[in-house]
Nanobody, 123 residues
Framework: QVQLVESGGGLVQAGDSLRLSCAAS????????MGWFRQAPGKQRELVTT???????NYVDSVKGRFTISRDNAKNTVTLQMNSLKPEDTAVYYC?????????????????WGQGTQVTVSS
């Protein structure tokens, strides 16, 4: 059983930065793609960014140039650096592991999820 534990959320002001981390259990972390998703109040969960096993990344248009995903396979962690935060970035952020090496855009391709961490950006 794979466990994903997110950390680093909090309350910040618009324009600030936050760094989210996701720690994964298991010895095969490097084999799998990873993703960050978010769910704002009253909205469906949406993709934020993905990284495949080779380090290639995808970003939703609304975060391009502001957010950066990275992975450290030696530490079994994936990190989301969020800069220039906006109130519309307020959401619960979830880390997820892909079913394979891909950094897919579709939520159904992810089979393990963390519990989420709250990010609140005030204006």
């Amino acid at each position: 059983q794979v466990q994903l534990v997110e950390s680093g959320g909090g309350l910040v002001q618009a324009g600030d930065s936050l760094r989210l981390s996701c720690a994964a259990s298991g010895r095969t972390f490097s084999w799998y793609g990873m993703g960050w998703f978010r769910q704002a109040p009253g909205k469906q969960r949406e993709l934020v960014t993905t990284i495949n096993s080779g380090g290639s990344t995808n970003y939703v248009d609304s975060v391009k140039g502001r957010f950066t995903i990275s992975r450290d396979n030696a530490k079994n962690t994936v990190t989301l650096q969020m800069n220039s935060l906006k109130p519309e970035d307020t959401a619960v952020y979830y880390c997820a592991r892909s079913r394979d090496a891909g950094g897919w855009l579709d939520e159904w391709r992810y089979d393990y999820w963390g519990q989420g961490t709250q990010v609140t950006v005030s204006s």
